[in-house]
RNA sequence: GCCCCUGUAGCUCAAUGGACAGAGCACCGGACUUCUAAUCCGAUGGUUGAGGGUUCGAGUCCCCCCAGGGGCGCCA
């Protein structure tokens, strides 16, 4: 937002060390680290390091970075723009004409609305697949991350300037699909529960798999019926095709409910044959090694490479009866996105850290292939969410936070708080407000984390409603929502704030001011957690304002400027939620 | 055995290689006649797992340990 006066800045540091001889290195800017103190900041610890290396000269440098300090701030004097320049301790400090920036920052914001951040179109396309469920399962609590993760960093990436395709790809075939029918058809035949039917999917499934494991013998049956699902028996496609209508169906509200939204479905029922096909040509490559029917067939990945170290292993294309794998369908997926999208800058993977591996072998044996874009596939891998004591959730296990049950918990919560802060609201508001609430509350740890980090779930944090959470930032909203509604009017006259600003304003703007530089960085390195962060920043240093400076019971022109901030700042809270997926809600 | 991740305040987490390592929770003490107290202010709390190295400068990069978690031929 400073790139003219910072560029502008640069050129005369670079007369100052043409003059004194000094090496010509990047200049390196910051913000100023201190509260309240609004402007650039450069070090010279490397310039002097530098100055010391090309001399071949031993010199205290902390020492010398200092002296260099102090004459550079003499020779910029005061640049246009700033008010002041300083040198402390090695660095120098530029100062923003406060008045004039601040005018600047706000006409900026509330000009633009909510365009506020966003980044010019690029003309590049990035698909991002995330959510992966899987069909006759249960969605909890685990299978949030993936959905939030993968959709924040679409509403990121779209916002950087790129065209964003949001890929799901439900697992609806496999080893789970077939035990499940296998429960069913020996004893749920022709049964449907006409509400919570996701939950009873998975309840289904859990059933198998207790019945799997306590009589092994079974196994031969799921066989039998994967073979009979190989053939395509007409009788078991009719009933996977309902039966898996129901589990989607069941998606959809989740997805509607947390305002999560695809451009495209990859289903890997659909990769299974082309998968095998590629499989085929792997083979007849000599890439993949056949060892049916006594083994699978294989991809000695480390041995094609010549590599000493086992990095990719040995890779498994498909089961050693013929049928596929995930992996065999993920080679056929990869190929098909680019056959649909073939000017995909970037292909990514929302999936969590386990399968590290298995993308690996998945993209190194398509690069192998001789497929140019394999490339362009990445693995984003995020940790899991685990219950206390390190359990992992897993259908199979019943250890399962259902999603249906964290929703219903959470609005209901927020509900109850809305009731008592804000009874007059209609019935409609207090519903449309604890629903934002209560979405926005299990949305936030998701995206406020390190992927690398593993979130662990419990009830209590989850419905904990204060501190760094989502409605502390709603909250802000709100305030500044209200001042504005009070006041009444539009404030659309550009002001010149003619006052001494207080230390609140002044970081208030210097927020304001770093947006767009946040969605570049989150998106750049695919970190939800810098506008997580940025959000919650934002709506501290609001509160900070909200208590200290008065807006309505003030008078001009401090009134009038200081509406147009609130406005700004409500209109950038509006947008980084937005990015959230958090909904803003009028009142709480 | 090989590979990956994590280790920061009592707990959960932040910190583009840069100045004084910051928030929330919990605990203690305060602030509603004032723009919504889902808020704010104050207090307490640190050998950044240990040790080396690179660097003017390391929580951050490299090496080696320690601890925890995960992955490693037909699960997804």
Known sequence: MFAVESSNVEKIIR???????????????????FSGHWGLSTSLFALAAADARARNEKKNIPDYAINLADQLAKYLGTPPGFEKVEAVKGYVNLYFSTVEYAQRVIDSVIGQKANFGRAARKQEQIMVEFSQPNTHKSFHVGHLRSAILGDTLSRILDFAGYDVIRANYPGDMGL????????????????????????????????AS?????????ESEIRALYKRWDERDP?????????????????????????????????????????KEIVQDLINKK???DERPDGAVIVKIDEILGLTKEKFRVFVALRSDGTALYA????????????????????????????????????????????????????????????????????????????????????????????????DLSEEKKLATA?????????????????????????ETALDFNGQAAPYIQYAFVRAG?????????????????????????????????????????????????????????????????????????????????????MATRQTIANSLTLLGITAPEAM
């Open 328 to 423: 065999t369908e993920d080679l056929a997926l990869a190929r098909q996105k680019f056959l649909d999208y073939p000017d995909l800058k970037l292909s990514l993977y929302i999936v969590d850290v386990r399968q590290s591996l298995h993308f690996q072998q998945v993209f190194k044996t398509l690069e192998i292939a001789g497929y140019e874009w394999a490339k362009k596939c990445e693995h984003i891998p995020y940790e899991l969410v685990n219950l206390p004591g390190n359990v992992v959730m897993a259908s199979r296990e019943g250890t399962v936070v259902l999603l249906e049950d964290l929703m219903r918990e959470a609005t209901q919560r927020a509900y109850e708080v809305v009731q008592q802060k804000n009874p």
């Open 435 to 459: 629903k934002a609430v209560g979405i926005g509350a299990i949305k936030y740890p998701m995206q406020s984390r390190e992927n690398a980090k593993i979130v662990t779930f419990d009830w």
């Open 210 to 218: 207790q019945r799997l494991e306590q009589n092994p013998l079974l």
């Open 235 to 275: 009788e078991l496609v009719k009933l996977w095709e309902e039966t898996r209508e129901w589990s989607l169906q069941g998606f959809y509200q989740i997805y509607e409910a947390l305002d999560i939204h695809f451009d495209r479905y990859y289903f890997n029922s659909q990769m299974e044959i082309p998968g």
């Open 482 to 566: 209200s001042i504005l509604r009070k006041a009444g009017g539009t404030f659309d006259q550009s002001v010149t704030p003619e006052y001494e600003m207080t230390s609140q304003e002044i970081e208030l703007v210097d927020v304001l001011s770093r947006f767009p530089r946040e969605v570049e960085r989150a998106a750049a390195e695919y970190r939800t957690l810098q506008i997580a962060n940025y959000a919650y920043d934002l709506a501290r240093k609001f509160n900070d304002f909200y208590t200290q400076c008065p807006v309505l019971y003030v008078d001009e022109p401090v009134k009038n400027a200081r509406l147009r901030l609130v």
């Open 287 to 289: 890439i993949a090694i």
């Open 15 to 33: 007369e100052f060390t043409s003059i004194h001889g000094l090496p010509d290195i990047p200049v390196q800017w910051n913000w100023i680290p």
């Open 176 to 207: 789970h699909v077939i035990k499940w029918l296998w429960c069913y058809i020996n004893f749920h035949a022709n049964e449907k529960p006409d509400k919570d039917i996701t939950q009873w999917m998975g309840a289904v499934y859990a059933e």
